[in-house]
């Protein structure tokens, strides 16, 4: 390389999941070649159904009209703002301003580094749930922030213990990362934390920025931390249609905030793309008018896929909660577990992970790339339809025989 790369660049690694990948190709060519079946991923959450049908009907319909294909707002069309201000005041019970309080993004991990870019300069320390999506602490990194992990732990459901943070030094923090559903324990949101969150922030100024893309998936009754009063003083939230309306390759998601918030992201958005393509737009307002009938049959399938992907970790041997929300299903491994080697010094989670990749060709995420406190833990995607989660069943019980 002729140049060095950037110092903020050594703060980061290649994301797991697209290392993972390369290898799962490499075992694909060589299992193929031997006559074997390719491995079979129940790792990363990628909706493998179709999004709403008026969603793709606008979409063609739209693109096929000449004026649609140039340049778009930064801030998006005015009937997509409309569109998910209805879609909050409907489901969630919040009133937001489409002209002011809504900022459309290209899906919301992109927001996740824009708002680490607009409001953290070196050296502001940010809070980070342990275990969490590892996108909040790569995001800290490359804005040149301070990671300050806080503990989720099973005994406390998954919730962050306000005792002990009320103990940590806080001074300099100035962003804190929530997630319900959580990613990815599946403990659901719930009016009480989402209270306690905005009076922690309220006191300590602290922004609260609430990662809320499964509050759809296996919960009858989403919410969200902006419904509770005084919210936006100090907290944002982020959602899409990639799960709620099986839209992940679409890139639509979006930003709620008080205006001033959101100016502030659109200040970093606006040098960064040339506004979503207007076709996009015109298919997410269709998307987005979707009923509770779309969402009642999309629960009753990821209902069954998480039974089935339950009785994986009955085979295995891991302990679950049989009720979780969002899209996965989190497993404890015990220790003395059939398939840990006492030689290894890897985490539970990554030997039970390889065990299976490598024994029976069915790749589940280890816990430990979500932080310490996952360390013995598993995680499946309910991304796979019900017979790919038997012939995982199947195959995984033939190894352990």
Known sequence: MIIRPAHRTESVQEYYFSR??????????EREAAGKDRVINLGIGAPDGMPPAEAIEALKSSASMPGNHAYQSYTGIPQLRKAFAGWYERYYGVTLDPSKEIQPLAGSKEGILLISLAFLDKGDKVLVPDPGYPTYSSATALAEARLVPYDLKADNGWQPDFDALEKTDLEGVKIMWTNYPNMPTGAPATMELYTRLVDFGRRHGILICNDNPYSFILNDNPISILSVPGA????????????????????????????????????????????????????????????????????????????????????????YDHASSGMFLWGRIAPGNRLLSPESEASFGEQVSDRILYGAGVFITPGFIFGKNGRDYIRISLCAKPEVLEKSAEKIAALLK
């Not at 290898?23 to 060519?29: K, L, R, S, V």
């Not at 990639?242 to 958005?269: F, T």
């Not at 990821?302 to 994986?312: D, S, W």
């Open 20 to 29: 993972k990948l390369k290898e799962i190709d490499g075992m694909n060519a």
């Open 232 to 319: 936006k003083d100090c907290c944002l939230e982020l959602n899409s249609l990639s799960k709620a309306h099986n839209m992940s390759g679409w890139r639509i998601g979006m930003v709620a905030a008080d205006q001033e918030i959101i100016s502030q992201i659109l200040k970093v958005k606006s040098q960064m793309d040339s506004g979503m393509f207007k076709p996009l737009q015109e298919a997410a307002v269709a998307a987005l008018a979707s009923g509770p009938e779309w969402f009642r049959a999309l629960n009753e399938e990821y209902g069954r896929r998480r039974e089935l992907a339950g009785r994986i970790f009955d085979i295995v041997g891991a302990g």
